[in-house]
T-cell receptor, first 114, second 113 residues
Framework: DSGVTQTPKHLITATGQRVTLRCSPRSGDLSVYWYQQSLDQGLQFLIQ???????AKGNILERFSAQQFPDLHSELNLSSLELGDSALYFC?????????????FGPGTRLLVL | ELKVEQNPLFLSMQEEKNYTIYCNYS?????LYWYRQDPGKSLESLFVLLSNGAVKQEGRLMASLDTKARLSTLHITAAVHDLSATYFC?????????????FGSGTQLTVLP
């Protein structure tokens, strides 16, 4: 158990709908990262938040957005869902110890868009 | 754009044999990671390599980093069935506090009895 929690574990929804994925980082971690894992695209970085502020954006679609709240939990919002959005969405948080920074991954949310 | 290439993508090996997974990356980075993923599960951190010539070992797995060649290797010694999993290398971004990881495609390892 990495200490990162994600809810829900599974989500089944229809095209055009909107969903929210939630992540709680490890205690004390200020950075939260969102990644998408799919068969055709592999593991892709979506977005990073650090202490409530957006720090980096990757291959995140405009239909997707995220935020990090004052208690450091984060939410990833996916809207106007398409079949191709079906994937495993991971949240990770990081510990900074000087130059060493391991990202610890949560269990993931498996999204199926029908 | 940073690209990370792993090979092989699929690896079947007999127990007690040795093999190496290779990870090449396209631009300079100060951090390289190896993760393990079991089917349907999350990613488990195995190694963090921070400098040229870094070598780390844990059990039957040993990882090394050559930053000049932009190459990392994950060596498996005397494989056992429990090592069957998908192994990913990932390269860390080096821009300020943006530390996103760029992953390779993964190597699906199957250890056969």
């Amino acid at each position: 158990d990495s200490g990162v929690t994600q809810t829900p574990k599974h989500l089944i929804t229809a095209t055009g709908q909107r969903v929210t994925l939630r992540c709680s980082p490890r205690s004390g971690d200020l950075s939260v990262y969102w990644y998408q894992q799919s068969l055709d695209q592999g593991l892709q970085f979506l977005i990073q938040y650090y202490n409530g502020e957006e720090r980096a954006k990757g291959n995140i679609l405009e239909r997707f957005s995220a935020q990090q709240f004052p208690d450091l939990h984060s939410e990833l919002n996916l809207s106007s869902l398409e079949l191709g959005d079906s994937a495993l969405y991971f949240c990770a948080s990081s510990v900074s110890r000087g130059s060493m920074e391991t990202q610890y991954f949560g269990p993931g949310t498996r999204l199926l868009v029908l | 754009e940073l690209k990370v290439e792993q090979n092989p993508l699929f690896l079947s090996m007999q127990e007690e044999k040795n093999y190496t997974i290779y990870c090449n990356y396209s631009t300079t980075s100060d951090r390289l990671y190896w993760y393990r993923q079991d089917p349907g599960k999350s990613l488990e951190s195995l190694f963090v390599l921070l400098s040229n010539g870094a070598v780390k070992q844990e059990g039957r797995l040993m990882a090394s980093l050559d930053t000049k060649a932009r190459l990392s290797t994950l060596h498996i010694t005397a494989a056992v069935h429990d090592l069957s999993a998908t192994y990913f290398c990932a390269v860390g971004g080096s821009s300020g506090s943006a530390r996103q990881l760029t992953f390779g495609s993964g190597t699906q390892l199957t250890v056969l009895p």
